[in-house]
């Protein structure tokens, strides 16, 4: 079992910035991804950024040169730096471990960005 904790979200007028972290309650050593979603009000979840343990990086389009994710695979941490947001990035942002060893994702109980205009 591995627990993912949120934290960093919370309210920025449009165009401010955040940074989201995501900690993972043990080292991962296999294979593994860990991404970024998030859910708008009437919304489904989408992907907004993941990156594997090697480091290789996918976002999506509607964040890209705004939104950076790293790790920091000796503290079990992933982050997601956000610039210049906007009105429509507002949504509550969950974290994702996809262990493909084991077949099975793991979820973060999620963190709420407020984007005010």
């Known amino acids: 079992q591995v627990q993912l904790v949120e934290s960093g979200g919370g309210l920025v007028q449009a165009g401010g910035s955040l940074r989201l972290s995501c900690a993972a309650s043990?080292?991962?050593?296999?294979?593994?991804?860990m991404g970024w979603y998030r859910q708008a009000p009437g919304k489904q979840r989408e992907l907004v950024a993941t990156?594997?343990?090697?480091?290789?990086?996918n976002y999506a389009d509607s964040v890209k040169g705004r939104f950076t994710i790293s790790r920091d695979n000796a503290k079990n941490t992933v982050y997601l730096q956000m610039i210049s947001l906007k009105s429509e990035d507002t949504a509550v942002y969950y974290c994702?471990?996809?262990?493909?060893?084991?077949?099975?994702?793991?979820w973060g109980q999620g963190t709420q960005v407020t984007v005010s205009s």
């Open positions: 994702k471990l996809y262990v493909f060893r084991e077949s099975r994702e793991y």
């Open positions: 043990r080292s991962i050593f296999s294979t593994n991804i």
């Open positions: 990156i594997t343990n090697g480091g290789l990086t």
